[in-house]
């Protein structure tokens, strides 16, 4: 079964970018479409952003269209989130995760897969 790992969090100022990524070992990432979700303190996991096997479609949460870009390196094995223009309300524990059967998934429970987490914090 696939492993993933994230990494690239950190804090940063209002209006500011940072890139997250996830390895993946285990597993191919075109094997899996590949979501971003993100806990924010006192609130539940919430979906981000989702990638497809084939690479050819996303899906973003509207919170953060127009700001966030996912995207994949297969030959890498890996998985990337930019983040721009980044808000305090982006503030939270980021995590990917990865589902072998459905094209875009944006639940939880579609995912078999998750990564351990990456805090992003973003200051005002």
């Known amino acids: 079964q696939v492993q993933l790992v994230e990494s690239g969090g950190g804090l940063v100022q209002a209006g500011g970018s940072l890139r997250l990524s996830c390895a993946a070992s285990?597993?191919?990432?075109?094997?899996?479409?590949v979501g971003w979700f993100r806990q924010g303190p006192g609130k539940e996991r919430e979906f981000v952003a989702a990638?497809?096997?084939?690479?050819?479609?996303?899906y973003y949460a509207d919170s953060v269209r127009g700001r966030f870009t996912i995207s994949r390196d297969i030959t890498k094995n890996m998985v990337y989130l930019q983040m721009n223009s980044l808000k305090p309300e982006d503030t939270a524990v980021y995590y990917c995760?990865?589902?072998?059967?459905?094209?875009?998934?944006?639940?939880?429970?579609?995912?078999?897969?998750w990564g351990q987490g990456t805090q992003v914090t973003v200051s005002s």
């Open positions: 995760a990865a589902d072998p059967r459905r094209t875009l998934p944006i639940r939880n429970e579609d995912y078999d897969y």
């Open positions: 285990g597993g191919t990432v075109s094997w899996y479409s």
């Open positions: 990638i497809s096997r084939s690479g050819t479609s996303t």
